[in-house]
């Protein structure tokens, strides 16, 4: 039993050792024609270096021994390696089915092809003049804009933010024969935007008063002559508009700002009820421009 595990360890031994051997001569015979397969590394049995170097040894038999410079030059790493006597006698004890994987000629391996070219980058100073004419063309844009601000503020203001509001609507309650419907929407007579007109100076006209609402939800009332109101309308706005409006005190005291041009016309605002928003005094200067001064909460 002892005899037969040891003939079985020595046979796994000598298995291994010669699947070993085989995949150092795979390696060898991916050698150039040139590289004798017996020359290597002191510290690596299957590397070399393409020129003479003091690591190459020689594996043909026996120790590896160490190869001069010129030993290496003309015979190691040349054709004429098949007439050195150290490779005659190594090919001696090499199986011939290995000697000959040694000797089967390498396929020719085709070299990469070249990258390709890199696109040539424009010049320079084309690219300076595209960039300055594009300079050149803001600054007259702006130069333009602020002397027409300066010409006509006005203008400018009602150019950047627009005037007509947007509003949607769904009425509910009954309506008051002759009451007008809400047909479109509101006008405004000042510039629709939330930055405030300019404080009236001495001899401005007074014109009357105004309404300022935002891009938000309001109510909007019809109310009769005894202060009751008979219709409610839900819209909105899309940007700051203002409409003209005229105070009224009904006779239960209700206290309203009905509107009197645009779409909205003959509704009416009521404080605490229909949303944020601001009643101006609107005067007008001896050049036209207008200017306001925003109502107290308590006038309101």
Wanted: hydrophobic share 35%.
């Amino acid at each position: 039993m002892f005899g037969r595990r040891k003939r079985d360890d020595a046979a796994r031994v000598e298995e291994a050792r010669e699947a070993e051997r085989r995949a150092l001569f795979e390696q060898l015979a991916k050698r150039p024609e040139t590289v004798c397969p017996f020359l290597g590394l002191a510290s690596d049995r299957a590397g070399y270096q393409p020129d003479p170097t003091g690591e190459h040894r020689c594996y043909a038999f026996g120790d590896p021994a160490p190869l001069s410079d010129e030993q290496q030059r003309h015979v190691c790493l040349e054709r004429g390696y098949s007439n050195c006597p150290r490779y005659l006698r190594g090919v001696l004890v090499i199986p011939t089915e290995e000697l000959e994987a040694l000797r089967r000629p390498q396929p020719h391996v085709a070299p990469p092809p070249p990258p390709p070219p890199r696109p040539a980058r424009p010049p320079r100073r084309r690219r300076s003049l595209l960039v300055g004419l594009a300079l050149v063309i803001l600054l007259v844009a702006a130069v333009g804009t602020g002397g027409l601000y300066l010409i006509n503020p006005n203008f400018v203001a009602r150019l950047i933010t627009g005037r007509s509001p947007t509003p949607s609507s769904l009425a509910s309650g009954s309506a008051q024969p002759g009451s007008p419907a809400p047909t479109g929407s509101a006008s405004a007579l000042a510039t629709a935007t939330p930055t405030p007109l300019p404080t009236p100076t001495a001899g401005d006209t007074f014109v009357g008063y105004q309404v300022g609402v935002g891009p938000q939800p309001y109510q909007l009332f019809t109310v009769d002559d005894a202060g009751n109101t008979t219709r409610t309308v839900s819209t909105s706005f899309s940007r700051f508009s203002h409409a003209r409006v005229s105070p009224v005190t009904a006779s239960n005291g209700l206290r309203y700002w009905l509107t009197t041009d645009g779409g909205w016309a003959g509704y009416a605002y009521i404080k605490g009820q229909s949303g944020s928003f601001q009643i101006r005094r609107l005067y007008r200067g001896a050049d036209g421009s207008e200017r306001a001064i925003v109502l107290p909460d308590d006038q309101v």
